[in-house]
């Protein structure tokens, strides 16, 4: 079992940055690929960067590439998601995932572990 817990949301005007946590605990996080979804209301979540193990070859959906950054901290079991030049189109529910299998898949139900997540608003 998995536990996620989010942190880092909140509200920042546009061309802004946040910086996203996760912290996992339970079985070995060094093992499982970890993502970041996002959510907006009355859209479905969907994939905005995953990293797997090895931290080889990043994903990134190609609304956030150049803007975003994934990186992981093993030793801490922390998962981190860099948000820069914000637009107000990045409002959403931002959640932190885990998968044991490898691979980034950008479907939710490939991720078998969830975090409650949190809240990023981008003012115009």
């Known amino acids: 079992q998995v536990q996620l817990v989010e942190s880092g949301g909140g509200l920042v005007q546009a061309g802004g940055s946040l910086r996203l946590s996760c912290a996992a605990s339970g079985r070995s996080f060094s093992s499982y690929t970890v993502g970041w979804f996002r959510q907006a209301p009355g859209k479905e979540r969907v994939l905005v960067a995953a990293?797997?193990?090895?931290?080889?070859?990043?994903y990134y959906a190609d609304s956030v590439k150049g803007r975003f950054t994934i990186s992981r901290d093993n030793a801490e079991r922390t998962l981190y998601l860099q948000l820069n030049s914000l637009i107000p189109e990045d409002t959403a529910i931002y959640y932190c995932?885990?998968?044991?299998?490898?691979?980034?898949?950008?479907?939710?139900?490939?991720?078998?572990?969830w975090g409650q997540g949190t809240q990023v608003t981008v003012s115009s």
């Open positions: 990293i797997s193990w090895s931290s080889n070859s990043p």
């Open positions: 995932a885990a998968r044991l299998q490898g691979g980034t898949p950008s479907s939710p139900a490939s991720y078998a572990y």
